[in-house]
């Protein structure tokens, strides 16, 4: 088929440029549909996976705070000297325990999810809070050579167990990947 035949043939049939056009104007519309449903779930697929880094964050932030509190009261309890515990409290954990006081504070409870996964969070908040409140008295008695310090120690040592507990609690009602 040459060009002169095509060209004899559209200039015989006077209805063909309207066609044409209704036919272009239908994949316009198509075309313009299709990207839209495109741009739709990419921007969703992007809301998704920002959404759930920011939940994986928060689990971090969970996840580390319980860890320091634990951590400092496997410390406490591997020492033998109690000023030891003075110079580590001043040198790292207090600025550790407040960083992460502050950073649990910092997440927006109502966004956890699941109301267990809230209880949990609150828990763990709440005992690395008496975990500092209970080192700094701790800290303060044996400054003033208090003797007997065997209930602020044992005060510690029981938040951080609670710690654990809540922590797996968390962990176990917190979803990375919310289901809707």
Request: charged letters at 20%; a neutral charge; one cysteine or more.
């Amino acid at each position: 088929m040459s060009w002169e035949c095509v060209s004899y043939w559209i200039e015989h049939h006077p209805g063909l440029a309207s066609w044409v056009q209704a036919i272009g104007s239908i994949g316009a519309i198509l075309t313009a549909v299709a990207i839209g449903v495109h741009q739709t779930k990419s921007g969703t697929r992007q809301r998704d996976l920002e959404a759930q880094n920011k939940r994986k964050s928060c689990l971090a932030v969970v996840e580390f705070a319980a860890q320091q509190g634990q951590a400092l009261s496997n410390y406490l309890g591997s020492i033998k000297v109690l000023w030891r515990y003075v110079s580590a409290w001043e040198d790292k954990f207090s600025s550790v325990n407040k960083f992460s006081l502050d950073s649990l504070a910092a997440i927006p409870m109502h966004e956890l999810g699941d109301h267990l996964a809230v209880l949990a969070y609150s828990e763990i908040f709440t005992n690395l809070a008496s975990i500092r409140e209970e080192s700094i008295g701790l800290v303060a008695d044996i400054r003033a050579k208090v003797n007997d310090n065997s209930a602020r120690i044992n005060a510690i040592h029981s938040a951080a167990e609670r710690l654990k507990a809540d922590l797996l609690n968390f962990q176990l009602h917190y979803r990375v990947s919310p289901t809707l």
